[in-house]
T-cell receptor, first 115, second 112 residues
Framework: AQSVTQPDIHITVSEGASLELRCNYSYGATPYLFWYVQSPGQGLQLLLKYFSGDTLVQGIKGFEAEFKRSQSSFNLRKPSVHWSDAAEYFCAVDETTDSWGKFQFGAGTQVVVTP | SQTIHQWPATLVQPVGSPLSLECTVEGTSNPNLYWYRQAAGRGLQLLFYSVGIGQISSEVPQNLSASRPQDRQFILSSKKLLLSDSGFYLC???????????FGPGTRLLVL
């Protein structure tokens, strides 16, 4: 069965420092990959997605992610975090064999930004 | 542009009472619709999805049900709530044939 793993439940980072959130998946083919961000009490906002092509994808809010097939990973990065980046981040994988789009979400990584 | 609405935003209900959460999408037609539940400190669990009016598929057996009476309306219901039904319920939509899902603001349900 397909699964998505976010190994880090909680990350604390200083404002201005770099951030990397890990995401690993288990799936036979190359899935569609997504990163979402959720602020407290809010819905999920799409940061970026990878379908095919260039393995380094740029998203909103200065985030980028790199798809590495050999490692089955899709890690999210930001060179310099802002206090407003404090939120929970979810990696998601789409089983592309169905037209209706069944997403498998990771458990999420909570990011805390300190001054 | 497309927008997705959910209401109510917050709901406190006693155990055993009924439930009805509504989700509507504007600005698109024939969307795929999804209901997720997010329990405290946990990820998202897909509950139901729908690819068209009257077409509902359930991912997790439980005391919840879903209906799609109109093209852009998706309703989550229960006849009798359980304590374990507490959580944050998210509705999402995607275009038929495309893969990005767009989420609503969510409904926080507390069952006491």
């Amino acid at each position: 069965a397909q699964s998505v793993t976010q190994p880090d439940i909680h990350i604390t980072v200083s404002e201005g420092a770099s951030l990397e959130l890990r995401c690993n998946y288990s799936y036979g083919a190359t899935p569609y990959l997504f990163w979402y961000v959720q602020s407290p009490g809010q819905g999920l906002q799409l940061l970026l997605k990878y379908f095919s092509g260039d393995t380094l994808v740029q998203g909103i809010k200065g985030f980028e992610a790199e798809f590495k097939r050999s490692q089955s990973s899709f890690n999210l990065r930001k060179p310099s975090v802002h206090w407003s980046d404090a939120a929970e981040y979810f990696c998601a994988v789409d089983e592309t064999t169905d037209s209706w789009g069944k997403f498998q979400f990771g458990a999420g990584t909570q990011v805390v930004v300190t001054p | 542009s497309q927008t997705i609405h959910q209401w109510p935003a917050t709901l406190v209900q006693p155990v055993g009472s009924p439930l009805s959460l509504e989700c509507t999408v504007e600005g698109t037609s024939n969307p795929n619709l999804y209901w997720y539940r997010q329990a405290a400190g946990r990820g998202l669990q897909l509950l139901f999805y729908s690819v068209g009016i009257g077409q509902i598929s359930s991912e997790v057996p439980q005391n919840l049900s879903a209906s799609r009476p109109q093209d852009r309306q998706f309703i989550l219901s229960s006849k009798k709530l359980l304590l374990s039904d507490s959580g944050f319920y998210l509705c999402a939509w995607s275009r038929d044939g495309q893969e990005t899902q767009y989420f609503g603001p969510g409904t926080r349900l507390l069952v006491l």
